[in-house]
């Protein structure tokens, strides 16, 4: 085999693997762990079970992919602009967060809860992207990605806000009054502005930014509000 034929083979395999992974989180979307068999994934998939345990080796390993794979993407959503100024990186950050959250219920829900049970590789899965998340929101607010002990567990406490508050939200869709992204996502940065001038007073090397600079937007009184909030999430 060439090396053309050996790069179309590796090819041919990310896709195939790629679209297992697709047809994975749709399934365990609607259905749990333990209610599906390998047998059953590889009836909707339409392939033999044995290419599942050649792509994935196991039941688990089939799933643990699929969250990494869920992961990768929430991380991309919320940190994929790192060139923005600091402010709008935030602010898109929280963004992108909300919007992989609306759009992915299940695989959100996986990501902040530890997936099956208390599976640690699951839940050492979630502790990273929450630190990564964490780090970009201390990025785009002191322009440095770690910060000293203190200050680090102050957006740990803001981010499980936001963790509680997106999966209540997302589980309220649709119920009269709930907020639309823009509004959560404003009410977000604004209660981040709150955390980071409390580290500040706690953490005088890390200074919250201007708020005239880069402080967040306004809740949405009106419909021209409504529209600023919307253009700056």
């Not at 964490?134 to 990605?145: F, L, N, P, S």
């Not at 499980?160 to 589980?171: F, Q, Y």
Request: contains cysteine.
């Amino acid at each position: 085999m060439n090396i053309s034929q050996q790069r179309g083979t590796t090819g041919r395999s990310q896709v195939r693997r790629a679209e297992l992974i697709a047809i994975g989180r749709k399934l365990f979307a609607d259905t749990s762990y333990d209610a599906l068999s390998v047998d059953d994934i590889a009836q909707h998939a339409g392939v033999a079970k044995g290419l599942i345990y050649y792509y994935f080796k196991s039941k688990r390993g089939y799933y643990l992919a699929i969250v990494e794979d869920s992961v990768a993407e929430l991380v991309a959503r919320a940190t994929g602009e790192p060139d923005l100024p600091g402010a709008e990186r935030v602010r898109r950050t929280i963004d992108g967060y909300l919007h992989y959250a609306e759009h992915h219920h299940a695989a959100y829900r996986t990501i902040v809860t530890g997936g099956v049970g208390s599976d640690a590789e699951v839940l050492a899965i979630r502790d990273g992207v929450r630190e990564e998340l964490v780090a970009a929101i201390a990025e785009g607010a002191y322009g440095r990605r770690t910060v000293p002990p203190l200050a680090r567990l102050a957006l740990v406490g803001w981010l499980s806000g936001v963790e509680g508050a997106t999966l209540d939200w997302i589980g309220s869709a649709g119920a009269e009054g709930q907020p639309g992204r823009p509004e959560l996502a404003a009410l977000l940065v604004r209660q981040l502005r709150a955390t980071l001038t409390v580290i500040e007073e706690f953490v005088p090397e890390c200074p919250a930014p201007p708020a005239a600079s880069d402080g967040p937007a306004s809740p949405p009184d009106d419909h021209r509000d409504r529209v600023a909030v919307t253009e700056s999430a």
